[in-house]
């Protein structure tokens, strides 16, 4: 029994365990934050008044959340929930300030060859753990951290959940995106480098890209390449080998440098569009494959495909069903777009069957569904019928029935299994 939460397989099923050794299967809510889309003086009111009202409204909610079956708090929650002996995850962004290949959603893919790639990763856990060790290394309730959200392995192009890999391929669109750099980039003089250590010789480059280059130099300079489509594409599948083992080995060790107690939850991945050969290097470093989806059904064709290359434990840390029109939402964004019913009973039956067919999987230790609340707009630009609550604060109780019923069904079969 450790004090911290762990993974293991009991009859061929791999599950999450407690810091008691119980065994958890992780049903979580993302974005436990108060964004009640009314007036400040209406949040205040309804939860008690000028003081202790915020209080109030967390523990009122997650009272509620708990009251559904859920038994995680997910992404993207007050820090109020720290203390507390839920189990949780933290998302700590840790490329947030780092320089980038590419501005996809304004965030962007780091260039993993910059110092500031290495800088960032500091300061981002110095900014979280600050003031905070007790709160964090030592809280054996914290499940563990996302290294970052949504990378887009992939690179600049293609759209959200749109992006889908065939089985067994590596897209190097995000290596483009390295070779698009300036010459004086970071980035840019690593894929010279890489190319350079290669082929040692410019003769032998030339030879296999059947090209007439005078110099590993005009590569810096050049966006596009003279090559045989075949094998600079290879070149570019085993460059971004590089990439995922740079981003992966230096987030997975500076992390441990300031919590060593914890699980790496990966850097939930986005359906089906991370490259293989990502994933292989991946599995050497994450406790935990973290993915999100949004999809009518459980997407087990892709995460049969998906464990049998990571060999690791798998957890949805995004999903969601969501109601348009009856609802109030003529344009629904991002992922809500791939997953709109007709009615809130509608979202509790594809709640039902998504969650349970993912627990029949012997790979996976939890959902975490996407949101709280519904979004009407925010700086992220989210629209849809994402929450448990709408934006007034009141309960999809026909949905909600839904979710309760199979959580619960969940929970009893996980400790039937317990008390074999």
Known sequence: MGQYFSTKKVDGKWFLVDPKGNLFYSLGVDCMVCQIRETKGDIVELYGGERGWFENWAETKLKQVLGMGFNTIGAWHEPYYWSNNIPKGIELRLTKHAKKVNSVWGVGFPD?????????????????????????????????????????????????????QEQGSDSTGLIDDYINLSADSAGKKAWVDFIKAKYSTIQQLNGSWESEYCDFSELLHNHQYRAKPDVIKQDKIEFLELVAR??????????????????????????????????KVMSEYVDVVSINFYSMQFPKDYLDHLYDIVKKPIMITEFSFCCAKESGFLASTNGAQNVIVKNQSRRGEEYQK???????????????WFALYDYVGDEHGLIGNYGLFNHQDCEWKEMTSWVRETNNNIIQDVNSKMNK
Request: net charge negative.
């Open 112 to 164: 993993v060859f910059d110092k500031s790639f290495g800088a960032s990763i500091h300061q981002q856990l110095v900014d979280v753990f600050y003031g905070k060790e007790e709160m964090l290394i030592h809280n054996s309730p914290l499940i563990g951290y996302y290294t970052d959200n949504e990378l887009h392995w992939w690179g600049s192009a293609g759209q959200w959940g749109k992006d889908d």
């Open 246 to 279: 740079v981003y992966f080995e230096t987030t997975s060790t500076i992390l441990k440098q300031y919590d060593s107690n914890h699980m790496n939850l990966g850097c939930r991945l986005v359906g089906t569009s991370a490259p293989d050969i990502v994933l």
């Open 354 to 368: 998504f969650v349970m067919d993912a627990y029949r999987q012997p790979y996976m230790v939890g959902t975490h």
